[in-house]
């Protein structure tokens, strides 16, 4: 090869390194401007055309979150967390369509985490302040979805008095939900009642959907009472979640109190102490005792039909009976006990018992005691063997207090 030709060749190594190694620069710098991801504050001041830097780029901020990205969506029972890394944060806010999701910092700024709750189905959006190494305060931005929840996976509480409702000093306060809960203590830790006065009372769970709160003795009358069943968004056990939270004021009336003996045949009547009128009754014969115990009136009917069929006296038993013109029907018991007129047993009404298990008194006086009664008033029966039970009806004042706290999730 001639010396001219192989000084040529060397020529063309040399550009080609040098174009090379031009391509690996540029490539470099492309990278380093991909992993900047901060947005800088208007405090950032842009570098004058021409000017060195001098010294190394700082350290972009990174968040980073508990709330993935796989499609799955995070646990509305667990806190959002988000960390800083490359940085400080000065301040976070997550949002939604809901509101704002609030939160608290910690002492060392490197981290947030939540202290509210969050909604199933629901986009996030974060937006966080943070100083940079060198000083500069940017602003990062993430958004994470929650979990979606069906129906079946959320109980929704229905509450019992109705809001703004007057009710007599024996109604109980009922939560009934539409989705078993199995985690009762953690469903109950936000389940609350408040009376003004204020009154000592506890919770009873009947069963996996009804939860009764009672006050250790009768309302005070004229009380006002506040109940919070703040359960959006808490575990009820077995995968479930508290769907929706219900806030109720209601009102305690006067303190009516019906006294009846089954023996004597007579009720009594008493408005805040005192005894307004004794009203001669009959109650049920042999084979239809009624029960002995505390009753509360649990609703109201002007004219009831009632047919002994729904309390298993079929049409070809000589007990069979069918009234549809029951007129001022109160109901006490589930079982179908109830106060009424009964105009058909006005004869025997004060010295014998004929009905089929029911308190029955004239038109007139059933007419009188209708008209003052409402739900939650209290009707305490003596006079016979067989006792009223705590779930037929409102029950609750059939046990003593003690026992009937024992049926708080924790007691």
């Known amino acids: 090869m001639s010396e001219s030709r192989f000084r040529a060749q060397k020529r063309g190594w040399r550009l080609r390194r040098t174009l090379a190694g031009a391509t690996t620069l540029v490539l470099a710098s492309l990278a380093l401007a991909a992993c900047q991801s901060d947005t800088p504050s208007s405090s950032d ?5 021409g000017a060195a830097s001098t010294s190394a780029a700082p350290d972009p901020v990174e968040l980073t979150t508990n709330a993935g990205r796989d499609g799955s969506g995070l646990a509305i029972d667990k806190p959002v967390r988000l960390a800083a890394s490359g940085g400080s944060l000065s301040s976070v806010k997550v949002t939604s369509k809901v509101g704002e999701l609030p939160g608290q ?38 958004r994470f979805r929650t ?25 109980p306060v009922i939560v009934t939900f539409d989705v078993p809960v199995t985690d009762k203590a953690s469903i109950e830790k936000h389940m609350t009642v408040t009376a003004t006065p204020r009154q000592q009372g506890s919770w009873h769970w009947l069963s996996d959907t009804e939860a009764h709160w009672r006050p250790k003795t009768y309302w005070r009358a004229g009380s006002d009472v506040s109940v919070d069943v703040d359960i959006n968004s808490i575990p009820a056990g077995a995968g479930i979640y508290g769907q929706e939270s219900r806030h109720v004021d209601f009102h305690i009336g006067d303190a009516n109190v019906y006294k009846v003996n089954a023996q004597t045949d007579q009720m009594q009547v008493f408005q805040n102490g005192t005894l307004l009128r ?19 009136i649990i609703e109201k ?35 179908g006990e109830f106060l009424h007129a009964a105009p058909w047993s006005v004869s025997s009404q004060g010295h014998e018992n004929v009905s089929h298990g029911c308190t029955g008194m004239s038109t007139a006086n059933a007419q009188w005691l209708y008209n003052m009664s409402r739900r939650g008033d209290v009707v305490e ?12 009806g409102y029950g609750d004042w059939n046990e003593s207090f003690a026992d009937y706290s024992a049926g708080s999730a924790l007691s």
Not at 45 to 49: G, L, M, N, Q
Not at 381 to 392: A, C, F, K, Q, S
């Open 45 to 49: 001041a842009a570098p004058e055309p």
């Open 105 to 142: 910092l910690a002492k060392n700024h490197e981290s947030w985490t939540s202290t509210g709750r969050l909604e199933p189905g629901t986009v996030y959006r974060v937006t966080a302040e943070a100083k940079r190494s060198d000083g500069k305060q940017v602003t990062k931005t993430t």
């Open 147 to 171: 979990e979606n929840l069906t129906l079946d996976q959320q109980t929704y509480a229905s509450v019992a008095p109705l809001q703004d409702e007057t009710v007599g000093v024996g109604m």
């Open 278 to 296: 004794t009203i001669p009754i009959t109650t049920g014969k042999q084979g239809f005792t009624t029960r002995s115990g505390t009753k509360v």
């Open 301 to 335: 009917f002007e004219t009831k039909r009632m047919n002994s069929e729904t309390i298993g006296i079929g049409k070809n038993n000589p007990e069979h009976y069918d009234l549809d013109d029951v007129k001022y029907a109160m109901r006490v018991t589930y079982s």
């Open 381 to 392: 029966y003596t006079g016979t063997d067989r006792p009223m039970t705590l779930t037929n």
